[in-house]
């Protein structure tokens, strides 16, 4: 069964860091864009980084930039999410995606929604206190 599964939500005080995997099963990530997106209540989903496992390139929200850094381990077939310097808002549900079609360019566009992706997670809460 194809499918992704994130780990490494929870709370953490403003300041401080959290790492969030992706872990993909039944396919590998080789020749996909691997992306990360956030939603919270009343705010619209937002695409927050991505990395193309073709050239390893990656691009970044302009909202997390300079704090957020997305790496891949192939040998683990695994996507990593580092937070660091995280805020109150950066509270949400954090959801992989992965697409053999799409590029990472997307991530700067309107949201796509999750069925317009080859897989989605189910998401892990990250909920930053103040």
């Known amino acids: 069964e194809v499918q992704l599964g994130e780990s490494g939500g929870g709370l953490v005080q403003a300041g401080g860091s959290l790492s969030l995997s992706c872990a993909a099963s039944?396919?590998?990530?080789?020749?996909?864009?691997i992306f990360w997106f956030r939603k919270s209540p009343g705010k619209e989903r937002e695409g927050v980084p991505c990395i193309s496992a073709t050239d390893r390139s990656t691009y970044y929200a302009d909202s997390v930039k300079g704090r957020f850094t997305i790496s891949w381990d192939a040998t683990k077939n695994t996507v990593y999410l580092q937070m660091n310097g995280l805020k109150p808002e950066d509270t949400a549900v954090y959801y992989c995606?992965?697409?053999?079609?799409?590029?990472?360019?997307?991530?700067?566009?309107?949201?796509?929604?999750?069925?317009?992706?080859?897989?989605w997670g189910q998401g892990t809460l990250v909920t930053v206190s103040s």
């Open positions: 039944g396919f590998a990530f080789d020749d996909h864009a």
């Open positions: 995606a992965a697409d053999s079609l799409l590029p990472c360019a997307i991530l700067h566009g309107t949201p796509k929604r999750p069925d317009a992706f080859d897989t």
